[in-house]
């Protein structure tokens, strides 16, 4: 009985606790408003940016406008230069695979925390867009795709900065972070995770993604408007998701719509938008998202079809799940996951090769690195490759693109008799093939390791080793 009443106890301190901490969000909250959302994007979703092409001028318009207006409410930048910018070169490839080298950037702004600032909560939303239709001279605005999720990050910034001025700034820093590159393979997020990651990786508690949150999708059989798709906020933290639900519940009583949460969904969203850098590195996520409609990635996503009362309610829904976390004394607690290295050093050296097929007009290199299979295209740089995921011995998967591989290994062995006055003597050679199945959606092409063509010297040495009777 003591036990049970001791359970009841610290569940009504914890809730009192949790309240107490919306509470004072509240007034924050209600800086976040209709018309200063529809300013942002009247602006930033305007023919003047020119489509936010990555690397092009418009894009360039793009990060000003975001890093000037930070300096205006006073958010430090959040870059070791203090320009609000974190500069990259990447190459873009186009369906030729023809490389376009472009210089371009991440917007980062910082508010530091009062007490934990060395734990990071970052929010994430990609500036950029497609740009502009070459044979027509037509903009696509993006003004869903991702003007919503950026003018969020603005006012998610502005609400958390009035917080600071009446010394109620959060515990743990927030991290507003613009990534580049989305629209070309999630560009700008791969490069703060895996080239330079300004604030730790270990240290960052969450990373909460907003893409596309200003319309509602057509498909969704329920017909509430108050609703938000979230994705990940499960997979890797119980936690996490436990602590989305409460401060939904007890904020805006929004409808959480788990519709594309599986991993497996056959639309992937879980794969296809910036979280998904930094989830691969262990760190927990929640993709917020509203769905696609007709106007995805067409001249038609402008300001005039975004539903501003609803990116209000949206907004003030992540502001409050940031503030919750960043403000709570314990960061989030990740899921404990069984281990998944199937495989030695030594076995995934053993599939490295270049593997080719009939069947397919693309070939495929495979390398260890850093304990891992990595894969990358013939004609792309080892950079680019994508890590395996290690599912079982020999088989690997590419969740991202929904592929799995199967390595075989045929050997045949073969005699050689020698006859001569000492007797007959007997060689044993075998042949080693190694072979790839590559397994997606629903079918399976093979491919084969193509052997490496010595070099003049490999063949002179190989000439002159001695031959045995």
């Given at each position: 009985m ?6 009841i106890?610290i ?8 309240f ?12 976040i ?36 207006y930070?300096?205006?409410i ?19 490839r ?6 376009k ?28 867009h ?19 999720g ?34 070309k393979?999630?560009l700008?997020s ?8 300004i ?8 990373n ?14 329920a ?17 996490l ?13 929004m ?6 949460n ?5 639309n992937?969203?879980?794969y ?23 106007d ?19 907004t ?14 314990e960061?989030?607690v ?9 495989h030695?050093?030594?076995e ?5 090769g270049?593997y080719?097929s009939?069947?397919?007009?693309m070939?495929?290199k495979?390398?260890e690195?850093?304990g ?15 890590i ?22 045929d ?8 006859v001569?006055?000492?007797?007959v ?14 397994k997606?959606?629903?079918?399976e ?18 000439e ?5 009777n």
């Amino acid at each position: 009985m003591k036990k049970i009443l001791s359970i009841i106890i610290i569940s009504i301190i914890t809730i009192n606790f949790n309240f107490s901490q919306l509470s004072k969000a509240e007034k924050f909250a209600k800086t976040i408003t209709e018309k200063d959302l529809k300013k942002h994007l009247t602006i930033y979703a305007s023919d003047e940016f020119e489509g936010r092409d990555t690397g092009e001028e418009g894009q360039k318009k793009a990060v000003n406008y975001i890093r000037d207006y930070y300096k205006s409410i006073k958010v430090e930048a959040g870059d070791p230069d203090g320009d609000y910018f974190q500069p990259m070169s990447l190459t873009l490839r186009s369906r030729r695979g023809k490389g376009k080298a472009v210089d371009t950037e991440n917007v980062i702004a910082i508010i530091k925390g009062s007490e934990k600032p060395e734990e990071y909560v970052v929010i994430t939303a990609h500036l950029d867009h497609v740009g502009i239709q070459k044979d027509t001279g037509e903009i696509f605005n993006g003004a869903d795709d991702d003007g919503s999720g950026t003018v969020a990050l603005l006012e998610i910034a502005e609400a958390f900065k009035k917080a600071v001025k009446k010394g109620q700034g959060p515990k743990r820093s927030i991290v507003f972070l613009h990534v580049t590159g989305e629209e070309k393979g999630l560009l700008g997020s791969k490069y703060y995770t895996d080239n330079d990651p300004i604030y730790p990786l270990e240290n960052t508690v969450v990373n909460l993604n907003v893409d596309m949150i200003g319309r509602i999708d057509p498909t969704r059989e329920a017909k509430n408007r108050d609703y938000i798709y979230l994705i990940g906020s499960d997979h890797d933290s119980q936690d996490l998701h436990d602590i989305s639900e409460q401060t939904n519940k007890e904020t805006l009583n929004m409808t959480l719509d788990y519709r594309f949460n599986d991993k497996d969904d056959p639309n992937r969203f879980y794969y296809r938008s910036d979280h998904y850098n930094f989830a691969k590195n262990g760190i927990p996520i929640i993709f917020y998202f509203t769905g696609t409609h007709e106007d995805y990635h067409k001249i038609t996503d402008t300001v005039d079809k975004i539903e501003f009362d609803l990116l209000e309610m949206r907004t003030k829904l992540i502001f409050y799940t940031a503030w919750n976390i960043a403000n709570r004394d314990e960061r989030i607690v990740v899921d404990s996951k069984p281990d998944s290295n199937a495989h030695s050093v030594e076995e995934i050296k053993s599939f490295e090769g270049v593997y080719g097929s009939n069947a397919f007009p693309m070939q495929f290199k495979l390398f260890e690195k850093e304990g891992k299979l990595g894969m990358v295209w013939i004609g792309r740089s080892d950079d680019e490759a994508q890590i395996l995921k290690e599912l079982e011995k020999n088989k690997f998967s590419m969740p991202a693109a929904g592929l799995e591989l199967n390595f075989l290994t045929d050997e045949t062995n073969y005699e050689t008799k020698t006859v001569s006055d000492k007797g007959v003597s007997i060689k044993v050679d075998k042949t080693i093939i190694k072979k790839m199945i590559f397994k997606m959606g629903g079918n399976e092409i093979l491919f084969t390791m193509i052997p490496p063509t010595p070099s003049t010297e490999e063949e002179e040495e190989e000439e002159e080793e001695p031959k045995i009777n």
